[in-house]
């Protein structure tokens, strides 16, 4: 047996920073669209986004009957000599997150490594080491003043997305991922239906996601991607993920693998889509919602 407690999150709403860019939807149309959707509860994304005071946030979440699961931190790990560069933040937010009885802060890199990943070719051994230390010690301090368990998120054009370095990762920090199925097709797949990269690490590494990320590959548009030798800013901004009926991932695998190991977590839908209206990004949400349902992941 296995189960998967869904959220939804900003960025399928087009929310990728605090100010609401790039799609500006106003963070009060997104609490009101995901409610009604039928999600129970979301991760905060970018910090910022949604009110920060926390009886402002607690009110309007109870309003729409809406919990939080977890917290996103996104900081520039290649910056700052230690994890004291970043605590401030880190601490700020996991009072927060506290408060509204959440128990994950998920954390992706926002290092500049080029616009391909080509600038961590030059990185040293002992840069490597900082880098991977700054997170290990982020997920220790939160845990211990706070009982928050930190999940790396393995992202497109970030130190940590080829599996190589995720397995590195893995070595040297001790944590448990937040398991992108989009993200790690895009980085490690090859963009064929039925593409196996994400289900076959999810079953390899399952005692080490604590966390999934529910996202989906268009195909054509990789295969154009690759073609046309397009950068992961210029794949996202022709809608290379798409709603998760219509790409390459098999999420009737997914859940077979789930059914597997057993998985007891939670389970984000994520759409990214910078360019969709929010009347596009509500069809989006209901849809992807449905099919998880038919697809046996959800009830």
């Not at 900082?130 to 939160?142: A, L």
Request: aromatic share 10%; with cysteine; glycine share 8%.
């Amino acid at each position: 047996m296995f189960e998967v407690k869904i959220a939804t999150a900003p960025c399928s709403w087009g929310v990728w920073y605090a100010d609401g860019t790039p799609s500006g939807t106003p963070w009060e149309l997104f609490l009101d669209q995901a409610a009604e959707a039928g999600y129970q509860a979301l991760e905060l994304g970018p910090d910022g986004y949604l009110p920060t005071e926390e009886s402002r946030l607690l009110e309007e979440l109870g309003k729409r009957n809406l919990s939080v699961c977890a917290g996103t931190a996104c900081y520039a790990f290649d910056q700052g000599a230690d994890f004291a560069a970043f605590r401030p933040r880190t601490e700020a937010l996991c009072r927060r997150l506290t408060a509204l009885g959440a128990k994950y802060l998920v954390t992706m890199d926002e290092s500049d490594v080029g616009a391909r990943s080509e600038k961590k070719k030059a990185l040293t051994p002992r840069e490597w080491d900082c880098f991977f230390r700054k997170v290990r010690d982020m997920g220790e301090f939160t845990k211990r003043e706070f009982g928050i368990d930190v999940v790396y998120h393995p992202h497109i054009k970030t130190m940590v997305e080829y599996e190589e370095e995720i397995v590195r990762l893995l070595d040297a920090t001790g944590l448990d991922l937040c398991f992108d199925t989009g993200h790690h097709a895009y980085a490690n797949g090859n963009g064929q239906p039925e593409e196996p990269s994400a289900p076959a690490f999810l079953r390899r590494f399952a005692k080490r996601i604590a966390y999934l990320h529910f996202k989906q590959m268009d195909g054509a548009v990789f295969a154009r991607v690759q073609r046309e030798n397009l950068t992961s800013d210029e794949a996202f901004d022709i809608d290379v993920m798409c709603d998760l009926p219509d790409g390459v991932i098999s999420f009737q695998e997914i859940r077979r693998v789930l059914e597997e190991i057993e998985f007891h977590g939670i389970g984000i839908v994520e759409s990214d889509m910078p360019r969709a209206t929010n009347a596009q990004a509500f069809a989006s949400a209901k849809r992807n919602l449905t099919y998880l349902r038919e697809v046996g992941i959800i009830a």
